[in-house]
Nanobody, 121 residues
């Protein structure tokens, strides 16, 4: 089974940027649809962005559209989430996932351990 390891989270001021990375092992990143989700305390895990396995088409939640960019580096077997113009509401644990794609957590079979992103006002 494919394994995912996220990194790049941290504390940033509002308006700042972070880039999250998701290193994939046990499989080829280009073989999967990859997604980023986030979860705030007491809330359900929510879709942030995804990239398809074929053609690398990208899709975003309305709340992050225009600010976040998902991308994939096949040579490094890694998926990224570039987050710009961060807001306090973006504070959450961010998870990388691999699967068949979609906007629901059940669309993905493999998950990373998560990385904390905290945006201060």
């Amino acid at each position: 089974q494919v394994q995912l390891v996220e990194s790049g989270g941290g504390l940033v001021q509002a308006g700042g940027s972070l880039r999250l990375s998701c290193a994939v092992s046990g499989g080829t990143v280009s073989s999967y649809a990859m997604g980023w989700f986030r979860q705030q305390p007491g809330k359900e895990r929510e879709f942030v962005a995804r990239i398809t396995s074929i053609l690398s088409r990208t899709y975003y939640a309305d709340s992050v559209k225009g600010r976040f960019t998902i991308s994939r580096d096949n040579a490094k077997n890694t998926v990224y989430l570039q987050m710009n113009s961060l807001k306090p509401d973006d504070t959450a644990v961010y998870y990388c996932a691999a699967g068949s794609g979609g906007i629901y957590p059940t669309d993905y079979r493999s998950w990373g351990q998560g990385t904390q992103v905290t945006v201060s006002s």
